[in-house]
């Protein structure tokens, strides 16, 4: 089963615009991690935030971890066409390895 | 590219057949994992092994099954094929399995049960 929710399901932005996506989990985590899907393909990893920290940049990705909410959020600076594509938040918790997943945001970039 | 690869790439079948996918991991890595992607169900985790040994199971039918190989490839054998398997099948690896490592994915089988 799924982990948690993301929000929105679906958005649609202007080039240039920043795109915030949310992802809300259910249960304590060790750490939580963002990826792109695009279309009917493999997943890519963007970042990863481990449960002690509350941000992480990396290049025009921002993510913010709030546990005692538990939720997260995902800000793409500056978004492009090339940005279009599905993101998923993925967890780990307690003594599992595996990764549970969000029901994932899908992002389109309007050139 | 993630370094991981995984074949067939498309894969059609009927039902009640038995298909197997196949994925190499990173070059390096000792753990791989199995995900199904659908549409209903969305990304889930079916099994992880380690090193040639399973270490976590989960949302994974009694159909099907998985190993690990001493070169640490890995198969996923899909039985007894229901309309309903049909789906995405992701491989990843990892480093060491630990809850900190970055997941690698493949590009994914796509699973057609006709």
């Known amino acids: 089963s799924q982990q948690g929710e993301e929000d929105p399901q679906a958005l649609s932005i202007q080039e240039g615009e920043n795109a915030t996506m949310n992802c809300s989990y259910k249960?304590?985590?060790?750490?939580l991690q963002w990826y792109r899907q695009n279309s009917g393909r493999g997943l890519v990893h963007l970042i990863l935030i481990r449960s002690n920290e509350r941000e992480k940049h990396s290049g025009r990705l921002r993510v913010t971890l709030d546990t005692s909410k538990k939720s997260s959020s995902l800000l793409i600076t500056a978004s492009r066409a090339a940005d279009t594509a599905s993101y998923f938040c993925?967890?780990?918790?307690?003594?599992?390895?595996?990764?549970?997943f969000g029901s994932g945001t899908q992002l389109t970039v309007l050139p | 590219d993630s370094g991981v690869t995984q074949t067939p790439k498309h894969l059609i079948t009927a039902t009640g057949q038995r298909v197997t996918l196949r994925c190499s991991p990173r070059s390096g890595d000792l753990s791989v994992y199995w995900y199904q992607q659908s549409l209903d169900q969305g990304l889930q985790f079916l099994i992880q092994y380690y090193n040639g040994e399973e270490r976590a199971k989960g949302n994974i039918l009694e159909r099907f099954s998985a190993q690990q190989f001493p070169d640490l490839h890995s198969e996923l054998n899909l039985s007894s094929l229901e309309l309903g398997d049909s789906a995405l099948y992701f491989c990843?690896?990892?480093?060491?399995?630990?809850?900190?490592?970055?997941?690698?994915f493949g590009p994914g089988t796509r699973l057609t049960v006709l």
């Open positions: 990843a690896s990892s480093d060491l399995g630990h809850s900190t490592d970055t997941q690698y």
């Open positions: 993925a967890s780990i918790s307690g003594s599992a390895r595996q990764l549970t």
């Open positions: 249960t304590s985590i060790n750490n």
